[in-house]
């Protein structure tokens, strides 16, 4: 291209960035700031950066039409003006605490006035002259000044995503699986305060600032999402989906990631209180807070993130407690404390898909202990009051009401082909018992030898196994594997504590069980896999 050509087009790609950021400058001031509350800056800033953006752009602009002899002055007063407004946008959105969300407004602006400073740059480059004409011949220029156009667009666009989501996350996905391993010796520490759950062959860890995905064969990172402007304060498994969530200044951020690879699936914010539990049912994902003050119960859709519904747990005019929520593919049963008429233990059952009740049932014996509620197969089991501890079955779809048994242990834990194991301490003889949940029958019993004193402290089941970590009055901790089918030893392991183990976990899948133990408060945990 000959120089008579370039110039014109630099001088049309010039205006065309002007006019683009002065359009962004504009935009960026109307949008909100913050998602929190959608504040926006004083008026007397809005004010100031209009004026050194749009408003001199465009006086120059005329000036530069009636006294073209000028145009390198005032091109470079132009660009001077769009700096500044540039470097005030940008401190100002700096000043966006991330907790309250970061807006459009302020990276839309920035980039504007970044764009505006660039076109006058360009300008005065360019020189006084005419821009591309209509020829034939002047195609060229014109083609230049498009894509430069859709150029500027793209780079605002990334920019503007960096500065709202980009800039916080540290998020990295899922390779080869390790070749060999089966040799590492355990237990590994991790940040973490929360296990997850186990998928595959990864074991899920929550942190303070976000997730990771431990390899089970070698100990490595497999994938990790971290963000470093907001804390994290639940996480669940559903499915194959890890569901994440972040604390916001005026509720949650709820982003999905695939278990096997880390790659998001989606991510929200929705106004809601302090989550403590994520669970699956079917395609929901239900996320529940946790006690006085729990807050509204949300359902959302797994595969997209859309909010399917909300339902606040109350009574009689009063907000209730959340002691427990257990989930079926298709009902959400959430264990409530109410305290407008007195105190009312009572389960609810909603609907998966749109959170309407189903059914409810109320506690008939009163007692301190919180009503605690599992699934097991196709209906729900509560257990209420002191020792001795009823159980009552319930039918998922209907809440129909079915057999009563005395709890006979101290900890249960459901399975999926309707059975509850209780785990029972004793000093003359520990035992675990399965009984069926529809019936009441107790299917089988047995003994754990050398667990006198021992006491069960958190189980769960995968496949046809269970797994039971018990600790010892000594503080050392052992995890007992049995058959599901007749009670019958599958493991029985001393699992090492590098701390003092005041807070357990236990996860499997058919092949592996994965123990976390971690100090109180601490921000480290360390895993164990067997």
Same mark, same amino acid.
């Given at each position: 291209?000959?120089?008579?050509? $370039?110039?014109?087009?630099?001088?049309?790609?010039?205006?065309?960035?002007?006019?683009?950021?002065?359009?962004?400058?504009?935009?960026? @001031?109307?949008?909100?700031?913050?998602?929190?509350?959608?504040?926006?800056?004083?008026?007397?800033?809005?004010?100031?950066?209009?004026?050194?953006?749009? @408003?001199?752009?465009?006086?120059?602009?005329? &000036?530069?039409?009636? #006294?073209?002899?000028?145009?390198?002055?005032?091109?470079?007063?132009?660009?001077?003006?769009?700096?500044?407004?540039? +470097?005030?946008?940008?401190?100002?959105?700096?000043?966006? #605490?991330?907790?309250?969300?970061?807006?459009?407004?302020?990276?839309?602006?920035?980039?504007?006035?970044?764009?505006?400073?660039?076109?006058?740059?360009?300008? @005065?480059?360019?020189?006084?002259?005419?821009?591309?004409?209509?020829?034939?011949?002047?195609?060229?220029?014109?083609?230049?000044?498009?894509?430069?156009?859709?150029?500027?667009?793209?780079?605002?666009?990334?920019?503007?995503?960096?500065?709202? #989501?980009?800039?916080?996350?540290?998020?990295?996905?899922?390779?080869?699986?390790?070749?060999?391993?089966?040799?590492?010796?355990?237990?590994?520490? &991790?940040?973490?305060?929360?296990?997850?759950?186990?998928?595959?062959?990864?074991?899920?860890?929550?942190?303070?600032?976000?997730?990771?995905?431990?390899?089970?064969?070698?100990?490595?990172?497999?994938?990790?999402?971290?963000?470093?402007?907001?804390?994290?304060? !639940?996480?669940?498994?559903?499915?194959? $989906?890890?569901?994440?969530?972040?604390?916001?200044?005026?509720?949650?951020?709820?982003?999905?990631?695939?278990?096997?690879?880390?790659?998001?699936?989606?991510?929200?914010?929705?106004?809601?209180?302090?989550?403590?539990?994520?669970?699956?049912?079917?395609?929901?994902?239900?996320?529940?807070?946790?006690?006085?003050?729990?807050?509204?119960?949300?359902? +959302?859709?797994?595969?997209?993130?859309?909010? +399917?519904?909300?339902?606040?747990?109350?009574?009689?005019?009063?907000?209730?407690?959340?002691?427990?929520?257990? $989930?079926?593919?298709?009902?959400?049963?959430?264990?409530?404390?109410?305290?407008?008429?007195?105190?009312?233990?009572? =389960?609810?059952?909603?609907? =998966?898909?749109?959170?309407?009740?189903?059914?409810?049932?109320?506690?008939?014996?009163?007692?301190?202990?919180?009503?605690?509620?599992?699934?097991?197969?196709?209906?729900?089991?509560?257990?209420?009051?002191?020792?001795?501890?009823?159980?009552?079955?319930?039918?998922?779809?209907?809440? !129909?009401?079915?057999?009563?048994?005395?709890?006979?242990?101290?900890?249960?834990?459901? !399975?999926?082909?309707?059975?509850?194991?209780?785990?029972?301490?004793?000093?003359?003889?520990?035992?675990?018992?399965?009984?069926?949940?529809?019936?009441?029958?107790?299917?089988?019993?047995?003994?754990?030898?050398?667990?006198?004193?021992?006491?069960?402290?958190?189980?769960?089941?995968?496949?046809?196994?269970?797994?039971?970590?018990?600790?010892?009055?000594?503080?050392?901790?052992?995890?007992?594997?049995?058959?599901?089918?007749?009670?019958?030893?599958?493991?029985?392991?001393?699992?090492?504590?590098?701390?003092?183990?005041? #807070?357990?976990?236990?996860?499997? $899948?058919?092949?592996? =069980?994965?123990?976390?133990?971690?100090?109180?408060?601490?921000?480290?945990?360390?895993?164990?896999?067997?």
């Amino acid at each position: 291209m000959n120089r008579s050509a $370039t110039w014109p087009a630099v001088r049309g790609v010039g205006l065309t960035a002007v006019a683009l950021g002065t359009v962004a400058v504009v935009a960026g @001031l109307a949008l909100p700031w913050t998602l929190a509350g959608s504040r926006h800056p004083d008026g007397v800033t809005i004010a100031g950066i209009a004026f050194l953006g749009p @408003l001199i752009s465009g006086l120059c602009v005329a &000036y530069v039409r009636a #006294e073209p002899r000028r145009h390198r002055l005032t091109a470079a007063v132009a660009a001077v003006a769009g700096l500044a407004a540039t +470097l005030v946008a940008v401190g100002l959105a700096r000043l966006v #605490e991330p907790s309250a969300g970061v807006g459009l407004g302020g990276p839309v602006t920035v980039a504007g006035a970044a764009a505006v400073t660039l076109g006058w740059l360009l300008l @005065l480059a360019g020189g006084p002259g005419p821009l591309p004409g209509p020829l034939p011949g002047s195609a060229r220029p014109w083609l230049a000044v498009a894509a430069t156009a859709v150029v500027l667009v793209l780079v605002a666009g990334f920019g503007v995503d960096y500065a709202r #989501e980009g800039r916080f996350v540290d998020a990295t996905t899922a390779g080869d699986p390790p070749t060999g391993g089966g040799d590492q010796t355990w237990p590994l520490p &991790y940040v973490g305060v929360q296990l997850v759950g186990v998928h595959d062959r990864l074991a899920i860890v929550r942190a303070e600032d976000g997730v990771r995905a431990v390899w089970l064969a070698s100990g490595a990172i497999a994938w990790r999402y971290l963000r470093s402007d907001l804390p994290t304060q !639940t996480a669940g498994l559903v499915g194959d $989906t890890v569901v994440v969530v972040f604390g916001t200044d005026d509720g949650v951020l709820v982003t999905a990631l695939d278990a096997g690879s880390g790659q998001v699936r989606f991510t929200g914010r929705h106004p809601a209180g302090k989550m403590a539990s994520v669970h699956g049912a079917g395609r929901t994902a239900v996320l529940s807070g946790a006690g006085i003050g729990a807050g509204d119960v949300l359902g +959302l859709d797994t595969t997209d993130g859309r909010l +399917l519904w909300r339902w606040t747990p109350a009574r009689n005019g009063g907000p209730c407690d959340v002691t427990d929520l257990a $989930t079926t593919a298709d009902t959400v049963a959430v264990a409530l404390r109410c305290r407008a008429q007195g105190v009312d233990d009572v =389960a609810v059952g909603l609907t =998966a898909t749109t959170g309407a009740e189903r059914w409810s049932w109320h506690a008939i014996q009163r007692s301190p202990s919180e009503l605690r509620v599992y699934a097991t197969g196709a209906g729900f089991v509560t257990v209420t009051g002191a020792s001795p501890r009823r159980a009552v079955y319930m039918d998922a779809e209907t809440g !129909t009401v079915g057999t009563r048994h005395d709890a006979a242990g101290t900890l249960a834990v459901p !399975t999926a082909e309707g059975l509850l194991l209780y785990a029972e301490p004793s000093a003359e003889r520990a035992h675990l018992t399965a009984v069926e949940a529809r019936t009441g029958a107790v299917k089988w019993d047995v003994g754990l030898p050398g667990l006198g004193g021992h006491q069960p402290l958190t189980a769960t089941t995968a496949g046809d196994k269970a797994y039971v970590l018990w600790r010892a009055p000594d503080g050392r901790l052992r995890l007992i594997g049995a058959r599901t089918t007749d009670g019958g030893s599958t493991e029985d392991r001393t699992i090492t504590c590098a701390t003092r183990c005041p #807070e357990v976990s236990v996860a499997a $899948t058919p092949t592996h =069980a994965v123990v976390t133990t971690r100090d109180e408060k601490a921000t480290e945990l360390y895993l164990s896999v067997t």
